[in-house]
Nanobody, 124 residues
Framework: QVQLVESGGGLVQAGDSLRLSCLAS????????MGWFRQAPGKEREFVAT????????IYSDSVKGRFTISRDNAKNTVYLQMNSLKPEDTAVYYC?????????????????WGQGTQVTVSA
């Protein structure tokens, strides 16, 4: 079992920045990939970003590329999502997720463990 706890969400204005954190605990040993997803009201959950075990490789959705940065600190079992130039359309519940092995993925169903989510609200 792997437990994931997100933090750092909040209410901000358009153009502001936020940094989300996700702390992993439990059976986190071994190579894994971490991802961030989000779900806006009335919409399906969607991929935001993912990062390799070493942190050397990242993938972003087109909607956040150039504005968001995913990173990780394996010594702290923590993955981050730095969000800059936030837009109202970024408003959503943000979830971090964990999958085993080294294969990076945008596919929701490939992630085994999920956090409870943190709300990000961006006002115009």
């Amino acid at each position: 079992q792997v437990q994931l706890v997100e933090s750092g969400g909040g209410l901000v204005q358009a153009g502001d920045s936020l940094r989300l954190s996700c702390l992993a605990s439990g059976r986190t040993l071994g190579t894994n990939v971490m991802g961030w997803f989000r779900q806006a009201p009335g919409k399906e959950r969607e991929f935001v970003a993912t990062i390799s075990w070493s942190g050397s490789r990242t993938i972003y959705s087109d909607s956040v590329k150039g504005r968001f940065t995913i990173s990780r600190d394996n010594a702290k079992n923590t993955v981050y999502l730095q969000m800059n130039s936030l837009k109202p359309e970024d408003t959503a519940v943000y979830y971090c997720a964990w999958k085993p092995w080294a294969t990076m993925s945008r596919v929701i169903n490939e992630y085994i463990y999920w956090g409870q989510g943190t709300q990000v609200t961006v006002s115009a």
